[in-house]
Every structure is written in structure tokens, then in C-alpha cells.
């Protein structure tokens, strides 16, 4: 079962940040109170150690265990809820459909003020940004599992007439430019790297070249406020080929940079593929 970790964080906030206003409204003034008393108490009677009278004040003002973990967790919480929420995210790469850009295990930044700022939890746009433009790499929830996070990269915009024909991509009639770079593995070639161009973005992908087993293909045309997503690894990747365009309510953010990776538990984290998303 997937743990909705936004919601979870929300509510711990929430939990600890009400602990910390009840006791500041409801407890500490009682407090306040009881350590008047217990100093008031020692200067009229004057009969209890130094030692006892500082036992007995430090017991007035003794706040209880759970309002000091409130305290102690709410402002790193809050500052999580907000770098998370606003300036960036973490994801790891669970599968490989978008190789060879990103890796499985490659653990990448999300920009999540890029496309606009949303509320945590209930994704609702506050602030309007930018625009995804094509070529981006983006984090998303698509329409068949709109609680899991996807990403692959925007090739289509609202109002766009995508063809997808024997590994070659068209929009609006255009053809995507591609060039050769390898053919792999050298002794029984499958596939082959590729470098495409969308507009003004260059980006490295891979495509079958067994025969019979050529991407499948299509047309669509995009409607307004969706956006039509792709793996680079365009013969292994659940994409809007399958599943139809993601709605702009459904955008994360935008992937810029890869800070590591980490294959599983049982491999060393390597930090060679460290740089920018193209």
C-alpha cells in the first residue's frame, strides 16, 4: 500500500504545531501561576535548602513529555512541509522507462514552484508560473493512478496532433529530428541511442530495432489543459500511448538535476551521474 507521505506530513504539522498553541494558551499560564507560588511560598517562610527550592521550581515549570517533542518536531516539520511543498522534491527512479536519461535508482530534484505552487495534499494551484514547455521532464499523477507518482517527458502540448509511426515522432506534422549515436550491444545489436530534438531541446533516447518488435503507434491530438508524456526508453514505458494525457491538475513539478544513485540496499551509492536533466 502506497503511504501518502504529503498527507502525513500535513497532519504531523497539524498534531504538533496544535500541541504547542494549546499548551502556550491552556498549560503555560498554569505554570507561570505554580512558580509564582512556589517562590512566593520560599520568601515568606524561608525554610527549604537551595537546592530544594530549585527542585521545587524546576518541577512548577516542568513542561509534560509531549509538549516537548510538539515543540522540539513542529519547526523542522514546518520547514519540510514548506521546502517540500514550494521549492523541491526528492524521487527516486523506479523502473527504467526513462533510460537513458535516468537510471533505476537515480534519486533526482523535482522544481515544484516551476509550473506554479500548489497546496500539499489537495494539489490545488495558488500561484500561477509557467507552463510546461516540450521537452521537459516531468513529474506527474496520470489519469488510470492518480495517487502514484510518474515521470516522463512532455511532447505534446494542449492542442498538439501527435503521431507516433516505426520509432519516429511527429507533431503537428512535423517530423522530431533524430540522430544515431550507438547500436547495442555491438555483437547482436537490439536497440539503438538515440539523440532527439523537441523545439529547442536535445535529449538522449533508445528505440528497439528487432524486427517485430518496433514501438507501437498511433495518433492523438491533445486536449486543452493536457499535456501528452513520454519515456525516453520509447519501447518500454507506460506512457499517454497507453493511458491517454495528463490533466494540468495533475502536474508535481519539473525534474532538473540528479544529486545520486542508489541501485538497492545492497550496492554502494555512486555520485557519477550527479548534473542537470536534459
Excluded: C
Excluded at 118 to 130: E, H, Q
Amino acid at each position: 500500500m502506497d503511504i501518502n507521505f504529503p498527507l502525513v506530513l500535513v497532519m504531523a504539522v497539524a498534531i504538533t504545531g496544535a500541541i504547542w498553541l494549546f499548551d502556550a494558551l491552556m498549560l503555560a499560564p498554569g505554570r507561570k501561576r505554580q512558580l509564582a507560588e512556589v517562590k512566593s511560598n520560599q520568601q515568606s517562610s524561608k525554610t527549604l535548602s537551595e537546592e530544594q527550592q530549585a527542585d521545587l521550581e524546576a518541577a512548577a515549570e516542568q513542561e509534560p513529555v509531549v509538549v516537548e517533542y510538539a515543540k522540539s518536531f513542529f519547526p523542522v516539520l514546518a520547514i519540510v512541509l514548506i521546502l517540500r511543498s514550494f521549492i523541491a522534491e526528492p524521487f527516486q527512479i523506479p523502473s527504467p522507462s526513462m533510460v537513458p536519461t535516468l537510471k533505476i535508482g537515480d534519486f533526482i530534484l523535482v522544481n515544484k514552484f516551476t509550473y506554479g505552487l500548489r497546496l500539499p495534499v489537495v494539489r490545488t494551484k495558488v500561484v500561477d508560473i509557467n507552463d510546461p514547455e516540450r521537452g521537459d521532464v516531468m513529474v506527474f499523477f496520470p489519469p488510470h493512478k492518480p495517487d502514484t507518482y510518474y515521470i516522463k517527458r512532455v511532447v505534446g502540448l494542449p492542442g498538439d496532433h501527435i503521431r507516433y509511426t516505426n520509432n519516429v515522432l511527429y507533431v503537428n506534422g512535423e517530423e522530431m529530428p533524430q540522430t544515431v549515436l550507438a547500436t547495442l550491444p555491438p555483437a547482436q545489436p537490439q536497440y539503438q541511442l538515440v539523440k532527439e530534438k523537441l523545439g529547442e531541446v536535445e535529449h538522449d533516447m533508445r528505440k528497439n530495432i528487432i524486427p517485430g518488435r518496433l514501438s507501437r503507434h498511433g495518433e492523438w491530438v491533445v486536449p486543452a489543459g493536457h499535456y501528452f508524456m513520454m519515456g525516453d526508453n520509447r519501447d518500454n514505458s507506460s506512457d499517454s500511448r497507453d493511458w491517454g494525457p495528463v490533466h494540468e491538475s495533475a502536474i508535481v513539478g519539473k525534474a532538473f538535476a540528479v544529486w545520486m544513485t542508489w541501485e538497492s540496499l545492497l550496492s554502494v551509492p555512486s555520485f557519477d551521474r550527479v548534473g542537470g536533466i536534459n
